[in-house]
């Protein structure tokens, strides 16, 4: 077995500043240039969800991007305003106004740094890869979804700008490598819009960029009880929906950097860079999915590009707002496109994959693709998704359990061989198993190849024992291994109040 495939293998280990280089800072700085030129039409979008003014959204990007780049566990992965948190404050937003957005933000930043000290990072060993899969797909899926609306009623010379943005994004890392393909395209459909005068949809079109940094300061709410108990449900849906977000995408990037990153941390550094958000007034976020594979794509894979794209966002929105809200949407929209093609895992779904996998893991995959598109919330479809793995795990390992009858030659005993696990999905037909009229008195149960992991495989055998004595025969169970024997003792006898 070798180093790398061994049980206790160490994972290759995040890089960090001793590491840096001359090539690999520009290889940073300019992927987070991406980004930020991504993220200003995203946060602007999702304000609007949130209806708030668009540079609520702005502030939000650049506060996370900065405090998680110092805060996070996972080099590389780009935090901003998100549209899965706006959907859950937008409610809040229309009727109560931004102070009691700002206001969840900051308490349910709180939640998630008391969850990521409480070890919640710890759930996501019980994701399964079916749902990882469906889960990447259906980010894929999202990802080219979100941009249609771009696509739609605008001028034919759109498509042509699209198709060649995408073009050179394909083709001009075979020319080079040295400035990323994106940032290419970025900068020629935008001097081609401008030097043919061509009237496009813009990024100026999506709202008007902040001209000044935010200001800290605490939310204009009544601090009462009646308040907390207001925003105590919002903030726990904050929470939890931006935790699962972020470490899901965490795990994400882990398996294509084949680096690995402390969950913990990324949980209480999300709830910091939340509370910090919430006090220069933005509307909070979590992982940012799309963006965080345009950079991962890119080359990127420590905090400075991270740091980058928040930085570089307010810039752009401060100092060259002008010339940046002049960008044509077809450029970005270019950019996403590749970007979902290139997250999508086509393996999953080719015929040869298809015959090879079990039907459950295939159904848990389509199951979870299709909660998420539903609702346009991936933490909605992790949760549908897992759970649905664990029911069809059940059933598989209930069928697993089986009871075989031996008969002494001279007919005084019968022993029952249980094998397989006993839960309570397998142990519901085990008092069907046996024959209490025609046995003889003496029965014996050997555990040997069993194993009980509930209380209600000791209520099982509890009844069994039950109707063997209402005929006088007696039961004695062997073979019991150490947990098995110790949670029967402790529970044998005592489920039942009759």
């Known amino acids: 077995m070798s180093a790398r495939t061994g049980v206790f293998a160490r994972r290759p280990s995040l890089p960090d500043l001793r590491h840096l280089t001359p090539r690999v800072l520009r290889v940073e700085l300019l992927s987070g240039l991406v980004v930020a030129l991504a993220l200003i039409p995203e946060a602007i979008s999702f304000s609007i969800i949130a209806g708030v003014d668009p540079s609520v959204g702005l502030f939000a990007s650049f506060t996370m991007a900065v405090v998680i780049s110092v805060v996070g566990g996972r080099s590389a992965m780009i935090s901003a305003a998100t549209g899965a948190i706006a959907l859950v404050v937008a409610p809040l937003a229309r009727e109560y106004g931004l102070g009691h957005l700002v206001a969840v933000v900051i308490l349910g930043g709180v939640l998630q740094v008391v969850l990521g000290a409480l070890g919640v990072a710890k759930l996501m060993r019980f994701v399964p890869r079916s749902v990882m899969v469906g889960f990447v797909n259906a980010l894929a899926i999202l990802i080219f ?29 075979r020319i080079t490598r040295a400035v990323p393909a ?3 395209s970025i900068a020629i459909l935008t001097a081609i819009t401008l030097g043919a005068g061509l009237a496009v949809p813009t990024v100026g ?16 709410v009544p601090f009462t009880l009646d308040t907390l108990t207001l925003l105590m449900p919002y903030a726990i849906a904050f929470a939890l929906v931006g935790l699962m977000e972020s470490l899901m995408t965490a795990k994400l990037v882990d398996d294509i950097t084949d680096t690995h990153s402390n969950k913990t941390r990324e949980s209480i550094g999300q709830g910091v860079a939340n509370i910090v958000t919430g006090c220069f007034g933005g509307m909070g976020g979590c992982a940012m999915i799309g963006q965080t594979m345009i950079n991962v794509k890119n080359g990127a894979r420590t905090r400075i590009s991270t740091f980058a794209a928040g930085v570089l966002l307010m810039v752009l929105c401060i100092v060259f707002g002008p010339w940046v809200s002049q960008i044509p949407m077809a450029a970005l929209v270019a950019v996403m496109i590749l970007v979902s093609v290139g997250t999508f895992d086509w393996h999953s779904i080719a015929p040869a994959t298809l015959r090879r996998m079990p039907w459950g893991e295939i159904s848990v995959m389509v199951i979870t693709v299709a909660v998420v598109v539903a609702t346009h919330n991936l933490a909605i479809g992790v949760v549908v998704g897992s759970l649905t793995a664990m029911v069809i795990f059940a059933r598989r390992v209930a069928h697993l359990a089986n009871v075989t009858a031996c008969l002494d030659p001279d007919g005084k005993q019968v022993v029952y061989a249980v094998t397989g696990e006993l839960f309570f999905a397998s142990s519901n037909d085990l008092v069907y198993q046996f024959s209490y009229a025609t046995d003889p008195d003496d029965v014996v149960i050997d555990l040997t190849d069993a194993h009980i992991w509930d209380a209600s495989s000791v209520a099982a055998l509890d009844a069994v024992e039950t109707k063997y004595a209402a005929r006088g025969k007696k039961v004695t169970i062997i073979g019991l291994n150490q947990p098995s024997a110790a949670l029967h003792d402790t529970l044998a006898g005592r489920l039942s109040g009759h």
């Open 145 to 173: 979804m979100a941009q249609v609306p771009e696509l739609t009623g605008v001028p034919w010379v759109v498509y042509p700008l699209v198709m060649g943005g995408l073009a050179l994004m394909v083709f001009f890392p």
């Open 182 to 184: 994106p940032l290419v």
């Open 205 to 220: 079109d999506k709202g008007v960029l902040p001209s000044s940094l935010p200001v800290p300061g605490l939310p204009d």
